[in-house]
């Protein structure tokens, strides 16, 4: 494969929910989530990350993850068995961002 760094772009979204959402803790009318998007050399894959206040996560919280792991992407994606690797141990606290990539 051709040497393409692996990028991966990032974007908050607001998802309205048509009816308010209620648990023991809290109700909500909308979610704020995180869209992932990785490409390289033409070929590209979508994510999505649901961050849960229970685990202490929001989509800023993401954000900066997403930031911190998107230099240890690598070039090669077919090297997702590394790649993933290198995430757990970037971010061991961070399920929403991890499984958004």
Known sequence: MASHNLRLDRKPIELRLRQVWSIARGSSASKRNVLTRLSCGGVAGLGEAAPNARYAEDAAS???????????????????????????????????ARASI
Not at 66 to 82: C, F, I, K, N
């Open 62 to 96: 993401v954000l900066r993850s997403l930031d911190l792991v998107a230099p240890l992407l690598g070039e090669d994606p077919s090297q997702h068995d590394a790649i993933l690797q290198r995430i757990e141990t970037a971010l061991p606290g961070c399920p929403a």
